[in-house]
């Protein structure tokens, strides 16, 4: 016990030590400065009953202004008012950019005046009680964005109204070494609370499992232990509730009374302080327990103003009681307490280190203000060792009966792998199958496509399809103004030629037309269709008037080669062709297309047939919806 002891008092010297430096009367900032502690610079002044406006207060006489003189600005719980002012010096020679930190989050209320003596000076307000997205820096401390001009003195005041403990630590940064060290911070945040995150769901895992009602009560502390340090460093205002500036004070009353309640119930459920064996400290415990609940309750009604120093006087007489309770547990040589004790040494020597930093019996450090964090989450840690730790010895003792849950867990296991391989391999084979009819019924559609889309007896595309694609194509050469042609092919005097020889025969006829057609007009974008009876059309998508007359003429003179053998003569076929190639005025010119290659066709048939006719717009006609190419 001595050695525990004199560990204990080595932490106290530890974080109750305060370096000393010599103070100047006004900061320098020179270009090597990143960051400088303002706290030696700071005169202060009580504001009397009466409000001081701010044009009063710089016309103080100096000797109305106390010198603070020391590395921490903490006048303790008051509901006096206090004007702060400082003054720094830039040395650089060059406009510095800088930030004011003011590290204590919940103050209620911060005027703060930058050269309030100087002609357009600038003037903020800031706290707690103002809504989190009016601050000009969004970040859970006050950061006020300060020019300081080169080689001149720019003196701040501040204005501070709070109901909390009245400490103002400031500090000066450069820019980019204060977003460098905010980096450390958050992952220093992050890190803590993930850590206790995760315990939250480990523990609510395990009591879930074993139904333990320990771990309940441990879920609860832990839960509301972080949510406490939140709301105390304005983590939770920053992320949680942004506008809910009541709450956010009324936040530390009720989630500090939590931690004690939570904390007392799991202490006498888990060491065992009980009626029988412990009846003074259980009926003191309870008590305990029971004024936090009131105290956690009254933080929903009563003002914090009113609540703060009740709450931190239960909060050091809970942590005090939990420490005594474990130590006490120890010597009985309970074999849970030995975790049990260094938990609490560690979580609840942080809280008391804060607590006695608000009344001023310590100063306010980095270490007195982040002790209760890293105290607790090594407390966190060390109970989830104690509860596993006893987890472990309830587990030997249902050994037998697990084993023989196991055992037949693990026959249902078998049943269930063997179940589910058939279901797995029934399914793969009904997956194949709908594949496979999948890929059939899509080879059907294809193929049903393809025949509504082509003529039976020439193989051509037929007509239904040809009107698709000409309106899309007439709509294409508007968009981009390319020149369209079209061809109208009709057999000469085709009509005769079935009546002589037969159908049959003229089928033949028109079955070798097609082929011909099909054989010259071979570009993927081109289009070859029987459009009805002996009639022929072909699309020519960005084809000039030159190009469609020359494929027409081929056309032409290929079907007028083609020797067409019948009953031992030799029969031969001519198409008249009339060619239209526009460039289309408007999206729907399909019907003026097609009626210009129509008359094209006729102009082709009065000129004897066998021939090629482009269509001509009329010398004295209106300006027409297309333009010839």
């Known amino acids: 016990m001595q050695k525990h002891f004199g560990l204990f008092c080595l932490f106290f010297l530890l974080f109750t030590s305060v370096p000393a430096f010599s103070a100047d009367p006004v900061g320098t900032w020179d270009k090597h400065s990143k960051r400088m502690e303002l706290s030696r610079y700071v005169d202060y002044w009580q504001e009397p009953a009466e409000t001081a406006e701010i044009s009063d207060v710089t016309r103080l006489d100096s000797k109305a202004w106390t010198r603070n003189g020391s590395d921490s600005i903490n006048l303790g719980y008051t509901r006096k008012v206090y004007w702060f002012r400082m003054a720094m010096e830039n040395a650089t020679g060059s406009e510095a950019n ?47 964005p300060i020019t300081l001009a080169p080689d001149q003195k720019t003196v701040v005041y501040l204005r501070v109204e709070t109901t909390s403990s009245m400490q103002v630590p400031l500090t000066l940064w450069n820019q980019d070494a204060f977003y460098s060290v905010e980096q450390s911070r958050s992952m220093f945040e992050g890190l803590y609370y993930g850590i206790v995150l995760v315990m939250i769901l480990y ?58 309640l939570f904390g007392g119930t799991f202490s006498i459920k888990f060491i065992n302080v009980s009626r029988e064996n412990h009846p003074l400290l259980n009926r003191w415990t309870v008590g305990v327990v029971i004024a936090a609940g009131l105290m956690a309750t009254a933080g929903l009604l009563v003002p914090y103003k009113y609540m703060i120093l009740p709450t931190i006087l239960l909060a050091v007489t809970g942590c005090s009681t939990m420490l005594m309770l474990s130590i006490v547990r120890w ?57 596993a730790d006893r987890l472990n010895k309830d587990k030997k003792r249902v050994f037998e009966a697990q084993q023989r849950l196991l055992w037949e867990e693990r026959k249902a296991r078998v049943a269930q792998t063997k179940t589910l391989e058939i279901q797995r391999e029934a399914n793969v084979l009904l997956e194949d199958r709908v594949r ?134 030799t029969l031969h076929l001519t198409i008249s062709i009339g060619v239209c190639t526009v460039l289309p005025g408007r999206a729907n010119a399909t019907d003026e297309l097609f009626s210009r290659a129509d008359e094209a066709l006729y102009q082709a048939k009065a000129n004897g047939r066998n021939c090629v006719v482009a269509w001509a717009p009329p010398r004295q006609s209106a300006a027409p919806a297309i333009a010839p190419a």
């Open 203 to 260: 523990n609510l895992f395990v009591y879930l499992a074993v139904g333990e009602r320990s771990f309940l009560h441990y879920v609860g502390f832990i839960a509301a232990m972080p949510l406490f340090l939140a709301s105390l460093h304005g983590v939770a205002f920053q992320y949680l509730w942004p506008e809910a500036t009541w709450w956010n004070d009324q936040s530390i009353i009720v989630f500090l009374s939590l931690v004690v």
């Open 436 to 569: 496979e009819r999948t890929r059939d019924l899509e080879k059907l559609n294809e193929q049903l496509l393809e025949l509504s889309a082509t003529d039976a007896l020439t193989e051509l595309k037929n007509r239904g399809h040809f009107d698709r694609v000409f309106q899309s194509a007439v709509v294409h050469a508007y968009r981009y103004q390319e020149p369209l042609s079209l061809l109208m092919l009709d057999i000469d005097h085709f009509k005769q030629f079935n009546d002589n020889y037969g159908h049959l025969v003229g089928d033949d006829c028109l079955r070798m037309v097609a082929q011909c057609v099909r054989q010259l007009v071979t570009r993927p974008q081109d289009l070859a269709a029987r459009y009805g009876g002996e009639e022929f059309v072909v699309l020519l998508p960005n084809t000039p008037h030159k190009g469609a007359n020359d494929v027409a003429e081929r056309i032409r003179t290929a079907v007028a080669a083609m020797a067409f053998p019948l009953s031992g003569q």
């Open 98 to 144: 800088t930030f004011l930190e003011i590290g204590y989050p919940v103050l209620d209320q911060i005027a703060i005046y930058i050269n309030p003596e100087q002609r357009g000076a600038k003037s903020l307000v800031l706290g707690d009680k103002q809504p989190f997205y009016d601050r000009p820096i969004l970040h859970r401390n006050f950061v006020v």
């Open 331 to 387: 010597v009985k040589k309970d074999p849970a307490a030995k975790y049990y004790t260094f938990a609490w040494v560690f979580m609840l020597f942080g809280g008391i280190v804060l607590a006695m930093s608000k009344f001023t019996m310590l100063p306010r450090n980095l270490l007195t203000e982040n002790a209760t964090q890293v105290g607790s989450a090594l407390g966190v840690i060390l109970l989830s060792i104690a509860l």
